[in-house]
């Protein structure tokens, strides 16, 4: 393994031949943060892109040999390091997407590869000492460099929205045979020896899940409902209910959610090009205020019989305007997000990174102002 001069062979991208243009075309399919947040690395239609996370700059020289690798789906660079780990796309001619590719930029080769014989690999996620390679039906945990297997973890639900991963080691995610079991697992390497141990939450009757979510530190989980109206916290090591957030009686899709690195706030992408972001409280009594707890458990059961799929009875039962979760700051974005994310460069807390589908670059800071409104700090054309 090798460190790559990225200082040295830094490239101002804005100097470069455009990604879109008609003469080079180039397509982006993923962006992916390294483990250490300094580095954006991008899956492409021609091999792969890393980009300094600090100013923007280009920090690898694209050669034929990248170019050759065709279609990436994923690109993901280890650390600071030369590897770079590669999922093909469906149209590569070259690989196939049952394939994790290990790739060494600095020697422009491939220095190995491990091949999923019966199923197509959906994903796949780097974490401090393994890689978790998501297919249709099981998650492979395997040694990051070694790709030796240390687990096999089957029939899980293969809605990637009811998997979880963060960069400490922790993967979530539901079983197929009871979907009120979110099973937690945790990949520790302190002595250099990897095991794994499992935790279970047993959720609410009360959550219909639509979406679950690790925090960065693996502590939280927070669970969506299928109605995207409504959110409970619980601490993954105990179970026990943190927060219930009441997003209000409007349904709306939510196609992504974050907790920031300090597991203080939480970022949600609606389908409306709109951003919100909610703060979450930081110490409470051992009863946790939970809105769903408010109202009669046998109205809500009755609710839940009928079934009702146009309105949900979120929006008849939590009608008090008190019942709604305040929001810390909010914004809309323009276009089809390629990459969004809390700024993690630097122990950031308060900024958020968006790319666009047409190449902008946008980070916005939520400190405290009287809007309440998301204000841009920066923005860059990176075509």
């Not at 597991?263 to 090009?273: A, C, P, S, V, W």
């Not at 666009?356 to 980070?363: A, C, D, L, P, Y």
């Amino acid at each position: 393994m090798n460190e790559t001069p990225f200082e040295s062979s830094s490239i101002d991208l804005t100097k470069t031949v455009p990604w879109n243009s008609r003469e080079h075309p180039v397509k982006v399919n993923s962006i992916r943060y390294n483990q250490d947040f300094t580095l954006l690395t991008l899956g492409t239609s021609k091999g792969y892109k890393i980009f300094s996370i600090e100013n923007l700059k280009l920090c690898h020289e694209e050669t034929e040999e990248v170019y050759n690798l065709g279609d990436i789906y994923i690109a993901n660079t280890y650390y600071r390091s030369s590897l770079v780990f590669l999922l093909p796309s469906k149209d590569n001619q070259n690989f196939t997407n049952t394939e994790i590719i290990i790739f060494d930029d600095f020697y422009q080769t491939k220095m190995g590869s491990f091949k999923e014989k019966k199923e197509e690999i959906i994903t796949f996620f780097l974490s401090k000492s393994a890689i978790f390679i998501i297919t249709l039906s099981k998650i492979i945990v395997m040694e990051i460099l070694t790709f030796k297997i240390i687990q096999v973890i089957s029939n899980i639900n293969s809605t990637l929205q009811l998997l979880s991963f963060n960069f400490v080691d922790f993967v979530a995610y539901i079983k197929f045979d009871n979907k009120k079991n979110i099973y937690i697992n945790h990949y520790l390497n302190d002595k250099l020896e990897i095991t794994s141990k499992t935790s279970k939450i047993l959720v609410s009757p009360y959550d219909f899940i639509q979406m679950i979510q690790l925090s960065p530190s693996g502590l939280l989980i927070g669970i969506l409902s299928i109605y995207g109206n409504k959110m409970h916290i619980y601490y993954s090591q105990t179970g026990k209910l943190k927060e219930c957030i009441f997003l209000g009686p409007n349904i709306q899709t939510i196609e992504k959610l974050l907790f920031s690195k300090k597991e203080n706030y939480l970022l949600f992408q609606k389908n409306d090009n709109k951003l919100y972001i909610y703060k979450i409280v930081k110490s409470y009594a051992n009863n946790p205020k939970c809105v769903c707890c408010k109202y009669d458990d046998k109205k809500l059961l009755l609710a839940l019989n009928k079934k009702s799929e146009k309105n949900g009875f979120w929006q008849k039962l939590f009608s008090k305007k008190d019942d709604i979760k305040n929001i810390h700051c909010y914004g809309e974005y323009i276009g089809k997000l390629s990459f969004l994310n809390f700024d993690e460069s630097a122990n950031k807390n308060k900024d958020i990174i968006l790319i666009n589908s047409n190449g902008i670059f946008i980070k916005y800071h939520f400190g405290k102002n009287r809007s309440g409104k998301l204000v841009p700090v920066l923005s860059v054309q990176w075509i």
